[in-house]
């Protein structure tokens, strides 16, 4: 298991935008975009490449910073399809390890993967996070879609995400990419009942470095809190995740893994179930397991699978 469980001994800093009991935290919203430079090319450790801030942020043709480490994509993920279809790789990376904003694909069933996408396409799964995954869900054919999706399930998860227990965090905003950065002032505050999601390195997350991960620190007692959500269902206060992702939560047949995946997505689709914003046939099992789960419990549970390995 790999977390760090602190108790602030790091000086962190929480959230401009989000009241300390809401979700607003968990669903971030991308500012307006500032023109990107075309000029000043970036690069990141260890590779011989290198490009600008434009092209890392193109949609159509976004940056493979370590192309001998992945199997060869297909054009669908590493360019996409104009105009309605990004780049699988914008959002979820070569790696398919993803960033807080979407969602790790690595690992992930064919058949699970291609639910989703029809899911997004039929509306069952809808939000401020899905607008762009439902418009591409509705402009990819059948042969890319299942193109993407055995590329990202022949992919093994990286160790992406640190889970750190700490009582107080930094102040931060919503940036490029959807993604969480420390904002000026060094000033910090109580985490309160959220999962707060910081890179490694801002200037390798702004470049998409799959090397690079994200730290998300939650609120001290909550790892051990999730593990017993996840393995007793806490009294009935949910069911055992275990029973259908496995005992190590590596996932049974078309059933995910969700061990090591980002806190953040994983609250994210807990609150989805129960609010009704991600339903159909395949989530139907889930609402028994969400329906009585506070934030409080969907955050512990999201803690204890991202301080797993996966």
Same mark, same amino acid.
């Given at each position: 298991?790999?977390?760090?469980?602190?108790?602030?001994?790091?000086?962190?800093?929480?959230?401009?935008?989000?009241?300390?009991?809401?979700?607003?935290?968990?669903?971030?919203?991308?500012?307006?975009?500032?023109?990107?430079? +075309?000029?000043?090319?970036?690069?990141?450790?260890?590779?011989? &490449? /290198?490009? #600008?801030?434009?092209? !890392?942020?193109? =949609?159509?043709?976004?940056?493979?910073?370590?192309?001998?480490?992945?199997?060869?994509?297909?054009?669908?993920?590493?360019?996409?399809?104009?105009?309605?279809?990004?780049?699988?790789?914008?959002?979820?990376?070569?790696?398919?390890?993803?960033?807080?904003?979407?969602?790790?694909?690595?690992?992930?069933?064919?058949?699970?993967?291609?639910?989703?996408? +029809?899911?997004?396409?039929?509306?069952?799964?809808?939000?401020? &996070? /899905?607008? #762009?995954?439902?418009? !591409?869900?509705? =402009?990819?054919?059948?042969?890319?879609?299942?193109?993407?999706?055995?590329?990202?399930?022949?992919?093994?998860?990286?160790?992406?995400?640190?889970?750190?227990?700490?009582?107080?965090?930094?102040?931060?905003?919503?940036?490029?990419?959807?993604?969480?950065?420390?904002?000026?002032?060094?000033?910090?505050?109580?985490?309160?009942?959220?999962?707060?999601?910081?890179?490694?390195?801002?200037?390798?997350?702004?470049?998409?470095?799959?090397?690079?991960?994200?730290?998300?620190?939650?609120?001290?007692?909550?790892?051990?809190?999730?593990?017993?959500?996840?393995?007793?269902?806490?009294?009935?206060?949910?069911?055992?995740?275990?029973?259908?992702?496995?005992?190590?939560?590596?996932?049974?047949?078309?059933?995910?893994?969700?061990?090591?995946?980002?806190?953040?997505?994983?609250?994210?689709?807990?609150?989805?179930?129960?609010?009704?914003?991600?339903?159909?046939?395949?989530?139907?099992?889930?609402?028994?397991?969400?329906?009585?789960?506070?934030?409080?419990?969907?955050?512990?549970?999201?803690?204890?699978?991202?301080?797993?390995?996966?």
């Amino acid at each position: 298991m790999r977390h760090l469980a602190t108790a602030a001994a790091l000086a962190l800093f929480p959230v401009l935008a989000a009241a300390a009991d809401g979700l607003d935290w968990a669903y971030p919203v991308t500012p307006r975009p500032e023109p990107l430079d +075309t000029l000043v090319l970036k690069q990141v450790p260890g590779s011989e &490449r /290198a490009y #600008t801030q434009a092209q !890392i942020d193109d =949609a159509f043709n976004p940056p493979d910073w370590f192309p001998d480490e992945h199997p060869a994509m297909p054009p669908i993920v590493a360019r996409g399809e104009k105009p309605a279809v990004r780049a699988c790789a914008q959002c979820h990376l070569p790696s398919g390890d993803g960033h807080p904003e979407s969602s790790s694909l690595a690992g992930l069933p064919v058949p699970y993967l291609l639910r989703q996408l +029809t899911a997004f396409k039929n509306g069952e799964r809808k939000g401020v &996070r /899905a607008t #762009t995954m439902i418009t !591409i869900a509705q =402009a990819i054919s059948d042969a890319d879609a299942r193109a993407a999706s055995e590329y990202f399930a022949s992919l093994k998860p990286g160790l992406w995400t640190e889970v750190v227990e700490t009582e107080t965090v930094p102040k931060t905003f919503v940036g490029a990419g959807g993604m969480r950065f420390v904002a000026p002032g060094d000033e910090q505050e109580p985490i309160g009942n959220r999962i707060i999601v910081l890179p490694q390195e801002e200037t390798r997350a702004k470049s998409r470095d799959p090397h690079s991960g994200f730290v998300d620190y939650v609120p001290p007692g909550s790892i051990a809190r999730g593990e017993a959500l996840i393995t007793t269902g806490d009294g009935g206060k949910t069911i055992p995740c275990v029973i259908c992702h496995g005992q190590t939560l590596q996932g049974l047949g078309e059933v995910p893994a969700i061990a090591g995946r980002p806190p953040t997505y994983i609250v994210r689709q807990l609150n989805d179930m129960k609010t009704g914003a991600r339903s159909g046939i395949s989530t139907a099992l889930m609402k028994a397991v969400v329906e009585k789960l506070s934030v409080e419990d969907m955050v512990a549970i999201a803690a204890y699978l991202g301080s797993r390995d996966p």
